[in-house]
Every structure is written in C-alpha cells, then in structure tokens.
C-alpha cells in the first residue's frame, strides 16, 4: 500500500512537471518561433554543466547512503551540502570568466546570469533526502505549487518575441525560491542538525559518488553537449528544432518512466544491500513492465508524432518530425541504460566498466558532432544520440552476460511474468 501511495504522489510531481509545459510549450513555441527557443535552449544547456558539477551525483548516492544508513542523516545532509557549496562558489567564479571571455554570451549577459538561477536553485535542492524518507507527498505538493505559479506567470506576462529574459525569470527563479522553500522544510521538518563533518568523511562521499559523477559528465557530452555544439558551428534555429525534438522525449522518459524508477530505485538499494541475489532476483521480478511500457511508448510515439508536433508546436516545427523519429531510438534504449546500468552495474560494484564504455562514446560522439553538425545540423546530433544510448545499452547487458549476471530469459515477457511484475511494484512493502 506504501508503494500505491508513493508511486501516485511520484507520478503526479512527473505530469505535474510535464503537464503545464505541454500547455505553456504551444503558446512558448508560438510566440518566440524556433529561434528565440533555440537562444533559450542555448544559453540553458551551458548553464546546465554548471549545475550539472553542483548536483554532483548526490541524487542517487544520497538517497542509496541515507536508504541504508537512517542514523547519518545529520551528518549525511551537512556534508552533501557543504561539498556542494564548495562546487558551486567554484562554478560562479568560471561562469562569470565564460561569460566574459565568449562574445556569443556576452550578447546576452543578462538572460545568462537569470538563467544561472537554475544552478543555484540545485544547490538547495534535497529531494534525494526527502525520497529516502519515502515523503514523496512534499515533493509532489512543492512541484504542483511551483508548476502552477509558473504556468499562470507565463500566461499572464508572455506575449511578445522579446520577452526572453522575463520568461527565464519565471522558470528559474521561481524554482529557486521552491528549492530554498523545501530545503528549509526539510531541516525543520527532520530536525536536521548542523555538523561539521570531517575530512575522511567529505572524502567518502565524493569518493562513493565519483564513478556515477562522471557518468553524468560523459553521458551529457553525447547528451547536453550537442546543444552547444550546434549553438557554436551551426545556428540557433537548429537547436531551437533539435531542442525541441528532444524535449518532447524528455517529456515521454518522465511521464512513463521515471516515476516507477524513482519508486524502485530504494527497493532495490536496500535488496542489493541484503546481497547480491536479493537485489537480482528483484531486477528480474521488475523488469517485463519496464520493457512492456518502453515499447508501447516507442510506437506510440511514431504513430502520432506529426499530430504531437503540430499540436505542442505548431506548424514552424514541423522539421522536427524526422527527428522525433530518430531520436525515439535513442528513448527506448536509454530505459536500459538508466535500469541495468544505473541500478544494476553500479550495486554490483561494476562503476568503472558502466563509465569506460560511456567514456568512449563520449569521445566518438563530440569527435562526430564537431565534424558534421555543421552541414548537417540537428540530424546529426540526434543520430549521434540515439546510436550512442543503443550501443551503450547493449554494452551494458554483453558486460553482465559474460560475467554470469543473466537478468533476460526467455519468458520475460510472457503474460505471468508481465502480471507477475505489475503486482510486485504495487504491492511490494
């Protein structure tokens, strides 16, 4: 029943956050056009890296640390901060010297600084402890409340071409004042104790986080970086069709799958934490209604995608279509990058060989965007992607295979086991 709970306040925080954007995308989309989107998108995947460095990768460590060690919460939570305190006072001294040293930037200052909100708003950001007390109830009320101002802000002062740096306002300050909002709330709500923790301790908690945290760093190479690169050697109307391609698989991944990893992510943290057969005999058990959904999804998709993008974006968007297909590849593919990379590999202690293969594609992926994108555009960056998460994926379940870790069979998907996995995420306690 605490799973029912859990799995409905997560699948609401995820339509809630997609749910108003599909409503304010048409009007976004309409009143910049794909260029001002791309300016946006732009500046908003350079800001990104620098979040991406305070986020660190305390996401997941945190809640796997603090899901099987309850008693560190105090010094848990201070040293998770003061570590990405430290980052971000780092990040502001190099975002200023970008902006200065890139002319590209300095053109839009203001929309920059604005933008960089977003990365202050991570640094008060502790949804990782808050999920590890399974209060997904708070998480669900914050976003819905911020979602809502944001929405009716958008749609009482967003009319005009020109009001790009009011419309950053709006995203990232408000979510910054909800970020500070539950950080607050979670110290009083959990009486948080300031410690300083020691130096041994910081140590092990970058050091746990390290493999996952450059993870994130390689994977935003063929991901995020891509945006930039198209900024530089091609033109803001490519991104703003590449970004908004993108953003319609950012919105599938959330509203279908995410919630239910979010849900089973501790499950099988505390499973592993018992031993490693627990932990693999939950994946297989899982599992079916993972690929069910994937694949439903991905027809879905490709069924509907002219109606999808003349619907949220209208008819200036309408060269998007080819991406959208190519790029839903990529989508189905990156639901096994995140399930047996990301919470399988890395809880049998497999970090180096999940970041080795994505360090080398990495490399490839920046090697062939730089390359082509410029005679190529957006096609190329969403090739890029998409081959990029299949061999990825594919890397990862070889890996596991010639180690002895079988976690496919041939009846994964059979009708038991796919009613088998269905009750097992609903009522598993």
Same mark, same amino acid.
């Given at each position: 029943?605490?799973?029912?709970?859990?799995?409905?306040?997560?699948?609401?925080?995820?339509?809630?956050?997609?749910?108003?954007?599909?409503?304010?995308?048409?009007?976004?989309?309409?009143?910049?056009?794909?260029?001002?989107?791309?300016?946006?998108?732009?500046?908003?995947?350079?800001?990104?890296?620098?979040?991406?460095?305070?986020?660190?990768?305390?996401?997941?460590?945190?809640?796997?640390?603090?899901?099987?060690?309850?008693?560190?919460?105090? %010094? !848990?939570?201070?040293?998770? @901060?003061?570590?990405? *305190?430290? +980052? =971000? &006072?780092?990040?502001?001294?190099?975002?200023? $010297?970008?902006?200065?040293?890139?002319?590209?930037?300095?053109?839009?200052?203001?929309?920059?600084?604005?933008?960089?909100?977003?990365?202050?708003?991570?640094?008060?950001?502790?949804?990782?402890?808050?999920?590890?007390?399974?209060?997904?109830?708070?998480?669900?009320?914050?976003?819905?409340?911020?979602?809502?101002?944001?929405?009716?802000?958008?749609?009482?002062?967003?009319?005009?071409?020109?009001?790009?740096?009011?419309?950053?306002? %709006? !995203?990232?300050?408000?979510? @910054?004042?909800?970020? *500070?909002? +539950? =950080? &607050?709330?979670?110290?009083?709500?959990?009486? $948080?104790?300031?410690?300083?923790?020691?130096?041994?301790?910081?140590?092990?908690?970058?050091?746990?986080?390290?493999?996952?945290?450059?993870?994130?760093?390689?994977?935003?190479?063929?991901?995020?970086?891509?945006?930039?690169?198209?900024?530089?050697?091609?033109?803001?109307?490519?991104?703003?069709?590449?970004?908004?391609?993108?953003?319609?698989?950012?919105?599938?991944?959330?509203?279908?799958?995410?919630?239910?990893?979010?849900?089973?992510?501790?499950?099988?943290?505390?499973?592993?934490?018992?031993?490693?057969?627990?932990?693999?005999?939950?994946?297989?058990?899982?599992?079916?209604?993972?690929?069910?959904?994937?694949?439903?999804?991905?027809?879905?998709?490709?069924?509907?995608?002219?109606?999808?993008?003349?619907?949220?974006?209208?008819?200036?968007?309408?060269?998007?279509?080819?991406?959208?297909?190519?790029?839903?590849?990529?989508?189905?593919?990156?639901?096994?990058?995140?399930?047996?990379?990301?919470?399988?590999?890395?809880?049998?202690?497999?970090?180096?060989?999940?970041?080795?293969?994505?360090?080398?594609?990495?490399?490839?992926?920046?090697?062939?965007?730089?390359?082509?994108?410029?005679?190529?555009?957006?096609?190329?960056?969403?090739?890029?992607?998409?081959?990029?998460?299949?061999?990825?994926?594919?890397?990862?379940?070889?890996?596991?295979?010639?180690?002895?870790?079988?976690?496919?069979?041939?009846?994964?998907?059979?009708?038991?086991?796919?009613?088998?996995?269905?009750?097992?995420?609903?009522?598993?306690?």
């Amino acid at each position: 029943m605490n799973n029912i709970k859990n799995l409905f306040y997560i699948s609401t925080v995820q339509v809630v956050n997609y749910l108003f954007p599909i409503i304010t995308v048409p009007i976004i989309a309409r009143t910049f056009g794909p260029e001002n989107v791309g300016i946006i998108n732009y500046i908003a995947a350079i800001v990104g890296y620098f979040s991406l460095f305070v986020n660190y990768s305390f996401n997941y460590t945190g809640v796997r640390w603090l899901s099987r060690n309850p008693a560190d919460k105090n %010094i !848990l939570f201070c040293g998770i @901060f003061i570590v990405q *305190l430290a +980052i =971000f &006072i780092f990040c502001t001294i190099l975002f200023s $010297v970008v902006i200065y040293l890139f002319q590209d930037l300095q053109r839009y200052s203001l929309l920059c600084w604005v933008s960089y909100f977003s990365c202050i708003a991570s640094l008060f950001t502790q949804n990782w402890f808050l999920q590890s007390f399974s209060n997904f109830k708070v998480i669900a009320i914050f976003s819905f409340i911020t979602k809502l101002i944001t929405f009716i802000l958008i749609i009482l002062f967003i009319s005009d071409k020109n009001d790009l740096v009011l419309y950053s306002a %709006i !995203l990232n300050v408000t979510t @910054f004042l909800t970020s *500070l909002t +539950i =950080f &607050i709330y979670t110290v009083r709500k959990y009486e $948080v104790k300031a410690i300083i923790p020691s130096f041994f301790f910081i140590k092990s908690l970058i050091s746990d986080g390290k493999y996952l945290f450059l993870s994130s760093i390689v994977t935003n190479i063929y991901t995020t970086t891509g945006i930039v690169i198209l900024g530089v050697l091609s033109t803001k109307l490519d991104v703003g069709y590449y970004t908004s391609a993108q953003k319609l698989m950012d919105v599938s991944k959330s509203i279908v799958l995410l919630p239910i990893s979010q849900i089973i992510f501790p499950i099988l943290a505390r499973k592993f934490g018992e031993g490693k057969e627990q932990g693999l005999e939950t994946v297989k058990k899982v599992l079916p209604i993972f690929i069910v959904i994937s694949i439903i999804f991905l027809f879905f998709i490709n069924i509907f995608d002219e109606l999808i993008v003349m619907l949220l974006f209208g008819k200036d968007f309408l060269p998007i279509i080819s991406l959208v297909r190519i790029l839903s590849i990529g989508l189905f593919a990156v639901f096994f990058g995140v399930f047996i990379g990301g919470q399988v590999m890395l809880n049998l202690g497999m970090d180096s060989a999940f970041v080795r293969i994505q360090i080398i594609i990495a490399i490839l992926s920046l090697f062939i965007n730089c390359l082509l994108v410029h005679a190529n555009g957006g096609l190329v960056t969403s090739i890029v992607w998409s081959i990029s998460e299949v061999v990825i994926s594919l890397y990862q379940v070889v890996y596991l295979y010639r180690r002895g870790v079988i976690i496919f069979s041939w009846d994964t998907l059979s009708y038991n086991s796919i009613l088998g996995s269905i009750k097992y995420v609903l009522n598993k306690k």
